[in-house]
């Protein structure tokens, strides 16, 4: 399938590493002209010297001043970009106990002002061109919120909001908003906590063994796995193509069956 995607241009925060690097690659091999975002300067260039024509930009986003930073560098690339993936955000230890006013505001400022301030950013000169895409990175816990790290899913809740809230400001401008949902994922830094895990409670060091364990105690689902960043990647790259022009103001879980409603 062709997703028409040539000559495109993309900003994908958050993308010197992990899932966003993935998605970055994934978006150059179908043709779109990416920018590397980082919140400090050389990761991002790593990266983008590993791609044909990518750029860098960084700049931490969780400040006013750091996506304004952002801001002028991607208009000094380019006239503007045509995708935006809203990928950057952090999932930060806490509990009702023990989280502070200063969590909670830290969380709101990385995982919702960090997307709303590059949004309003970029819009301009998708509804100049009359076409664009915004794609936020949620988590099902936007549907399934769990009873740790109450501040961080609070924050996601209000980025899936946020969107269909956007979707509908920009009816009829050619630009479309969705949130995409993945469950665990498989990162270092996942594949590093459940090693350790793994360690404590005896299960042995072979990962699919290890992945068995998680999914049976921590992720039960009926694919019977985690997802590849890969997989990530995929439903990011389709819905910022022509081909997904009709998909719009959704919160798309990518969780294997894991939450379990209609």
Known sequence: MDLQLNDKTALITGSNRGTGEIIARTLAV??????????????????????DGAYAVFGDISSETGCEAVTRQVMEHTAGVDILVNNYGTAEMARWETSSTADWLDSYQR???????????????????????????????????????????????????????LAKELSGTGITVNTVSPGLVHTAEV????????????WGDDWEGIVERLVEEDYPNPCGRIAAREEIADIVVF????????INGQNLRVDGGAVSYV
């Open 239 to 246: 819905l910022a193509s022509p081909r997904a022009g009709f």
């Open 111 to 165: 995982n919702v002002l960090s997307a709303a301030r590059l949004s309003q950013a970029m819009i301009p000169a998708m509804r100049e061109r009359g076409w664009g895409r915004i794609i936020q990175l949620g988590t099902i816990g936007s549907h399934q919120p769990n009873n740790i790290m109450p501040q961080y899913y609070a924050a996601k809740g209000a980025l899936a909001t946020m969107g269909v809230s």
């Open 191 to 202: 594949e590093t906590a459940y090693r350790a895990r793994a360690s404590r409670k005896g």
């Open 30 to 51: 179908e043709g779109v002209i990416v920018i590397v975002h980082s919140n400090e300067p050389d990761l991002a260039t790593e990266v983008s010297e590993t791609i």
